[in-house]
């Protein structure tokens, strides 16, 4: 496994459709179901299958679920020194917990779905900088 082959299977995924809680190229994803499906691609089985969540699951559980998860499977990299490939979460407000994701496709690049978009690699500008609070990178890439 490679960073490229990462970065190519994220790739795969672009105009696959904003669908909560999917995870099939082609058919629909919502950010985490993009990582679980590059996961799938390059890694092979998932480690585990989240629950089931609401959008604003993060919200009412007041709880870091995301990070926690990226801790548990992916090797901790500083945010500010994440390398193509790896995977950034982001916190869309202060004092809220963090709740979307991307996977870094370069130095000025995100591939990532959001709701309301297909999956799509987008300008990895200030706005998401500001908002990226850790990275991780996939088990044994380089």
Avoid: N
């Amino acid at each position: 496994m490679s960073r490229a082959a990462i970065i190519a299977a994220a790739r795969g995924w672009i105009g696959t459709p904003y669908i909560h809680q999917a995870s099939c190229r082609g058919a629909g994803t919502d950010c985490l179901g993009l990582i679980r499906g590059v996961w799938r691609e390059v890694i092979g089985v998932e480690p585990e299958i989240p629950p089931a969540y609401s959008p604003d699951w993060a919200e009412r559980q007041d709880a870091e679920t995301l990070l926690t998860a990226l801790s548990r499977h992916m090797f901790p990299v500083a945010a500010h020194e994440a390398g193509p490939g790896d995977v950034l979460v982001f916190r869309m407000r202060e004092g809220a917990p963090a709740k979307h994701c991307a996977i870094l496709s370069g130095p000025e690049a995100i591939i990532h779905a959001w709701q309301g978009r297909a999956v799509a690699e987008t300008p990895y500008t200030p706005y998401w900088q500001r908002r990226c609070v850790a990275a991780g990178a996939f088990p044994f890439s380089s």
